[in-house]
């Protein structure tokens, strides 16, 4: 969902929705009542990081050996106790 911001409320406050931007938020902002720009996130930011990191990750699981004699299910359960 969009929250609408006029221009001038926009230019006066802009470090405070750019923080909102940072926490996820999206802004219409609009001119005389009518919508002229939207303010969302940049693509290729925290998001595109992440998904770089899980890729790497799951690359070095399947080129590491297999760990032998280690029992897997046991030690998630001993992390539950």
């Not at 990081?49 to 799951?58: G, K, L, P, T």
């Not at 897997?72 to 539950?80: H, P, S, T, V």
């Amino acid at each position: 969902m969009n929250l609408e911001v006029g221009s001038y409320e926009a230019k006066t406050k802009l470090p405070e929705l750019l923080r909102g931007v940072q926490a996820g938020k999206r802004y219409t902002i609009t001119l005389r009542g009518e919508p002229v720009a939207d303010l969302v996130p940049a693509e290729g930011g925290k998001q595109a990081d992440a998904a770089v990191a899980v890729e790497a990750m799951r690359q070095f699981m399947r080129a590491a050996p297999p760990v032998k004699g280690v029992d897997l299910k046991a030690l998630i359960d001993e992390g539950r106790a």
